[in-house]
């Protein structure tokens, strides 16, 4: 049913560790988000991509990095993890063109790092 | 600074009643305004959108009310049920880099519990 799929869905780990969330997305979408989501609920963009090698960093500073090599692939990479990475990270995609579209996210990835 | 002002954070409906969501926003370049639902352990989905040239917009249960002049929208969800438990966010969106870009502010969020 999902048409944007986020692995893992939960992932604990030491500090230090390099990892990468992987965000893919089956409805052709130009344009892909991702969002850090804590506790308390709000969402702050980190990184958002127009399209194939289009990247830019969000409103929320975040050491994370991310690529578009493939229209359907989003991944985010923290070369470093640290206790204050830890939280619930979400993809979205949204149409192409120019007007504005609802998103569709996928069903985030858990990140505990110890 | 919130640029999209949601209230209340927490909201408690007995089943049958009406749940109602308040959002607010300064930026006269938003022109989409959607709402989200999440349930726990999944991502944010579309419940509905509305853009500013209607003033309501009715799916089943849920409405949108929006107000240009006063700067407001709302979600009404009608005959609530325990499954519309959940929380609910606002989002203002606009259009940068003449259509390159589509830049989403989200309100805080809103807990609903609907009980029995």
């Known amino acids: 049913e999902a048409d944007i799929y986020q692995t893992p869905r939960y992932l604990v780990i030491g500090t230090g560790k390099k990892i990468t969330l992987e965000c893919s997305q089956t409805?052709?979408?130009?344009?892909m988000y991702w969002y850090q989501q804590d506790p308390g609920m709000e969402l702050h963009l980190i990184h958002y991509s127009y399209g194939v090698n289009s990247t830019e960093k969000g409103d929320l500073s975040s050491e994370s990095t991310v690529s578009r090599i493939r229209t359907e692939h989003f991944p985010l990479t923290l070369e470093s993890a640290r206790p204050s990475h830890t939280s619930q990270y979400l993809c979205?995609?949204?149409?192409?063109?120019?007007?504005?579209?609802?998103?569709?996210f996928g069903s985030g990835t858990r990140l505990t790092v110890v | 600074q919130q640029q999209v002002k949601q209230s209340p954070q927490s909201l408690i409906v007995q089943k049958g009643g009406i749940s109602i969501i308040n959002c607010a926003y300064e930026n006269t370049a938003f022109d989409y305004f959607p709402w989200y639902q999440q349930f726990p352990g999944k991502g944010p989905a579309l419940l509905i959108a509305i853009r500013p040239d209607v003033s309501e917009k009715k799916e089943g249960r849920f409405t949108i009310s929006f107000n240009k002049s006063a700067k407001q929208f709302s979600l009404h969800i009608m005959d609530s049920q325990p499954g519309d438990s959940a929380t609910y966010f606002c989002?203002?969106?606009?259009?940068?880099?003449?259509?390159?870009?589509?830049?989403?502010?989200f309100g805080i969020g809103t807990k609903l519990q609907v009980i029995p």
């Open positions: 989002a203002a969106s606009e259009i940068w880099n003449s259509g390159g870009y589509q830049k989403v502010t």
């Open positions: 409805m052709g979408h130009d344009k």
């Open positions: 979205a995609s949204s149409e192409s063109g120019t007007a504005n579209y609802g998103y569709t």
